[in-house]
C-alpha cells in the first residue's frame, strides 16, 4: 500500500510539471501572456480571457511552505494588477494547507471543485492502443492549413470563440521544442485534434476535442492514443491529461487513473457559473 501510494504520487508530480510546462510554453508565445516563476508557485496568464489559461499553480519541489505562501499571495497581486479572471489551483491533499490563506486573500471555492482529475497511464501500452475507425485519417500538423483545421475543431469541439483557439493553434507554438499538433480527419473533413507535450519521460495530452457531429464515434479516444503512440515512440513511459466531465469515461476505458484532483479558488466577486466552463 505505502509503494502504491508513492507510485501514485510520483505519478501525480509528473502530471503537475507537465501541465505547468504545458501553460507555460502557450502563455510565453501569446500575445499579451506572462509567465512569472514565483518562489514554488507558477503565474501562467494568457492575452485571453479565458480561466484554463490565467491560472497560478504549485510547483511539485521542495520549497519551505511559508515561501510558497509568499508566492501565493504575490501571484495573486499579479493577476489583480492585470484585471484577468483567475484561479488558483490547489492539488487535493498536496496542497491543503494553502486552502485557509487563498480565504484570507479573498478567493473562493469554484462551485464544479474538485475538477479536471489529472489522470495518467503507466506503462504505455506497445502501440496502436486505439484504431482510427474506417474514413477517419489522423495527421501531425505540418502547415498552416493543419494549425487552421486544429483551431476549427478547438472552437466547435470545446464551444469557445474561434479566435481563441486560434491564439493557442500558431507557429510559434508548433515549433516550440516536445510538442505535436495533430487533427483528425473524417472523409477528409477535420473533426477531432490533439496536442502532445512532452517532458522528458511524460508525454501530455491536451486538446482532445470532436466536433459536436462527429462525437460518440470513437474519433476522441483514437486522437487520445494517437498522441500517446508518439510519445512511446519518443521514449515516454507514461501519458498525463487533465479530464473534462465528458471525456473521463472515456479515458478511464483506456486504463487512465485519476491521480490526482485540484481545486478551483477565484477572486469572490467573479461570475461562479462563467467561470466553470473551460474544458480541457
Not at 496568464?45 to 501565493?72: H, S, T, W
Not at 483545421?149 to 515549433?175: C, E, I, N, Q, S
Not at 462525437?215 to 515516454?236: F, I, K, Q, S, Y
Amino acid at each position: 500500500m505505502v509503494e502504491e501510494a508513492l507510485h501514485v504520487r510520483a505519478l501525480a508530480g509528473r502530471a503537475q510539471d507537465n501541465m505547468i510546462a504545458t501553460f507555460a510554453l502557450a502563455c510565453e508565445r501569446m500575445d499579451g501572456g506572462l509567465v512569472a516563476r514565483l518562489d514554488g508557485a507558477v503565474v501562467v496568464a494568457a492575452g485571453l480571457p479565458l480561466l484554463l489559461f490565467n491560472q497560478l499553480l504549485i510547483e511539485d519541489r521542495p520549497v519551505p511552505q511559508e515561501r510558497v505562501a509568499a508566492a501565493i499571495a504575490a501571484g495573486v497581486a499579479v493577476f489583480r494588477e492585470r484585471g484577468t479572471r483567475f484561479a488558483v489551483t490547489l492539488r487535493d491533499g498536496t496542497d491543503d494547507a494553502f486552502r485557509p490563506l487563498v480565504a484570507e486573500l479573498g478567493l473562493a471555492l469554484l462551485p464544479d471543485s474538485p475538477r479536471m482529475p489529472g489522470m495518467a497511464l503507466h506503462p504505455l501500452p506497445a502501440s496502436g492502443g486505439t484504431p482510427a475507425p474506417p474514413g477517419h485519417e489522423i495527421r501531425r500538423v505540418t502547415d498552416a492549413r493543419g494549425l487552421a483545421d486544429h483551431a476549427d475543431v478547438l472552437a466547435d469541439g470545446f464551444g469557445m470563440p474561434r479566435a481563441w483557439a486560434a491564439a493557442f493553434a500558431t507557429d510559434r507554438m508548433a515549433a516550440a521544442p516536445g510538442i505535436a499538433f495533430y487533427v483528425g480527419y473524417q472523409d477528409g473533413a477535420p473533426v477531432t485534434s490533439g496536442v502532445g507535450v512532452q517532458t522528458g519521460r511524460t508525454i501530455g495530452v491536451y486538446n482532445i476535442a470532436t466536433v459536436e457531429a462527429a462525437r460518440r464515434r470513437g474519433l476522441g479516444a483514437a486522437m487520445t492514443m494517437r498522441v500517446v503512440d508518439e510519445g512511446a515512440a519518443a521514449g515516454c513511459d507514461t501519458a498525463i491529461l487533465q479530464a473534462s466531465e465528458m471525456g473521463l469515461s472515456v479515458y478511464e476505458r483506456l486504463g487512465f487513473r485519476t491521480v490526482v484532483e485540484y481545486a478551483g479558488y477565484i477572486d469572490g466577486g467573479a461570475d461562479a457559473d462563467e467561470d466553470a466552463d473551460e474544458a480541457r
